[in-house]
Each structure stands twice: as C-alpha cells, then as structure tokens.
C-alpha cells in the first residue's frame, strides 16, 4: 500500500522527521536558511497529503484553491497570519498550529530583549568587543531599571502571561491590555487591566504580544508613540505589521520614547539599511522568540504528530479551528 506523501517546505532534523517515515512518504525542501520558492510550494503541495510550513511560506487563496490532494497544513508557528485560513476551511484542509510548546521559550526571549534593551547590553558587549573600554566611569553606558517599574503587556495570551510571571519576579507592577478582560491573569499574577491608551501611558516598557490581524495592523503608529512616556522601552515580539516602523523610527529620533527591542519586522530580513538598525538605542534580533533547540524540536515533533493524527482520522491535538 503506497503511503501517504509528506512534504516539509524546510529542512528538519532527520532524528525528529524519521521515526513517522513508517507512516508517511516524506520529502522535504533540503535547505535550512533559503525558502521554498513559490512554484516549488506550489507543486509539492500539489502532489501531498499533507505539509509542514513556515511562516514564511504565503499559503493565500490561490494556493487553497489549486490543491485537490491536501487534507492538512501544519504550520512550524504559534502564528499563522502568512494562511489564509478562511480559504484552508473552504477547501476543507485542516490547519493547525504550534501553541503551548513555544510559550515559555518566546516569553524568555521576550524578556531578555526587555532586560537586553534597558541595560544596553548588546551596546555594552560591543563597547568592550570594538576596543572602547579605556576606563571605568560613573555614568559609561549607564541603562534604566527594570526591577519595581511598570509593565504594560498588549496581547494577554499565553505568551503574555508567562512574560508577567517573569515580570513577577523582578518585582514589576503588571497592566495589560487585551480584546477581552482576562481574569486568569489578574487573580494569579496581580494583572491590572487597562485600555490600550491608559496602558501607553503609564507603563515604563510597553510589550506587544498581540497576534496579527486586521484589528492589531498598525496599533502601534504615531499616535501610539506619542502616548508613551519619554522615558518609555517599545518590545515588539509579536509580528511586525503590528508597528508602523517609520513612526517608530521618528519617535525614537524625536525622544518621544527611549527605546525598542525587536525580533519582528514588517519585512522579514529587514534590509540592512533600514534606518533603525543605525539607532544605538534599539536592539534587533532575526525573530528567534522560540529558537531554542529544544522547543524548536517540540515545534516540528508537534506538527509530524499533529498530521499523523489527521491522516489517521483522529483529531489533531492544536487546530487553528474547528
Ligand atoms: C511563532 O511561532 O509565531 C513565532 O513567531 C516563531 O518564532
């Protein structure tokens, strides 16, 4: 009996992808760093059962509509703004997703970008790395504190509330703006709950968790930037639509915030003359919330798992929806 046909659109490792060869006929894309092209994607989808994606592979209308074979997409992200899963849905093509098992991983990042951010440490570790450091004084590459100050978490979702549970123990006072009131959150951590407004203005780091969609394009803009104090650290760990990055930039350059640390950007590589990267006072990284080697492991383990589960008629363990 020929064997269902897998296609994984980057390369995983072998000791993960192995052990559900018994199961399925898999072929994967043999690079790690470059994308699938598009009309690759589009053949080997054609021809599979079932596919792992990234986020950065564009599963739109299009794709949906030309796939006759497909009954799952699982997709290697807690986020899956790059799938138009209405489209998924129509097609009847199951798509999950990689919840809970990157949670504690991206909020650690997250964190660290916060701490990364308020102390200068990425400018610090280049100071002493491009022979700077000539002497100790008072105030050399002096940052801000993080310990009893203010956090305001925009996007209250699991990410959110294992990033307060950080903040917890740094001593911090938690407000968070979210779609909905999330009592959770406020029994257990002490979370205040305020309107996105009040929450800008108030909190000494403002950290955006919210996932993409149409209601979060752009939520942080001009007007966003304007309401935060001046002393005031953006995180964006989210995704990058979620900021209006020229806005940012002119706030930063305005002093109307202190800083920002961000692993998302509205175009992913950000080019490398993008005007924030020349900025000392913002830190950014190639959106790495979850790349550990374990989660990234847990990651791909749950998407194999997630499809083995589908093709064999059962129910996945993390759809997008039902
Ligand atoms: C996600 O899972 O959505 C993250 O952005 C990947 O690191």
């Known amino acids: 009996m020929t064997k269902p046909r897998l296609y994984i659109t980057r390369k995983l490792p072998e000791h ?23 009309k690759t994607l589009m053949e080997e989808s054609q021809k599979s059962d079932a596919i792992v994606s990234m986020l950065t592979d564009e599963l739109d209308k299009d794709f949906f509509m030309r ?22 849905k129509q097609q009847g093509i ?11 991983t991206t909020a650690d990042l997250t964190f660290g970008l916060l701490l990364s951010t308020a102390r ?6 280049d100071y002493v790395k491009k022979d700077k450091w000539k002497n100790w004084s008072p105030f050399l590459l002096a940052g801000t504190d993080v310990h009893h100050k203010k956090i305001g978490i925009v996007g209250m979702g699991r990410i959110g509330e294992a990033v307060a549970r950080r903040a917890q123990g740094f001593e911090m006072e938690i407000v968070y703006y979210n779609r909905s009131r999330k009592r959770h959150a406020e029994e257990s951590l002490g ?19 919210a996932p993409l969609s149409e209601e979060t394009k752009n939520l942080f803009n001009k007007n966003a930037f304007k309401r935060m104090k001046q002393s ?45 990267l020349a900025l000392d006072q913002v830190i950014c990284l190639p959106h790495i919330g979850s790349a550990s080697i374990e989660t990234r492991e847990a ?16 129910e996945p363990k993390t759809p997008v929806f039902n």
């Open 16 to 38: 993960i992808v192995g052990e559900y060869r018994q199961y399925f006929d898999i072929k994967m894309w043999p690079y790690e760093e470059k994308s699938i092209e598009r």
């Open 120 to 125: 200068r440490i990425v400018e610090a570790s």
């Open 94 to 104: 199951i798509v999950t997703n990689t919840p809970d098992v990157l949670t504690e």
């Open 191 to 209: 979370a205040t709950y305020l309107s996105f407004d009040n929450l800008l203005e108030q909190a000494d780091y403002v950290v955006c968790l």
């Open 299 to 314: 990651m791909a383990q749950l998407c194999l798992e997630n499809i083995r589960l589908v093709i064999q008629g059962k």
């Open 232 to 276: 005031a650290i953006f995180i964006n760990a989210s995704r990058g639509q979620v900021v209006n990055e020229n806005h940012l930039y002119e706030a930063l350059m305005q002093g109307e915030i202190r800083g920002a640390g961000l692993d998302v950007y509205t175009e992913e590589p950000i080019r490398n003359t993008h005007p924030l």
């Open 67 to 88: 796939m006759k074979q497909l009954k799952v997409v699982a997709n290697f992200a807690v986020g899956y703004d790059n799938i138009d899963v209405k489209a998924a």
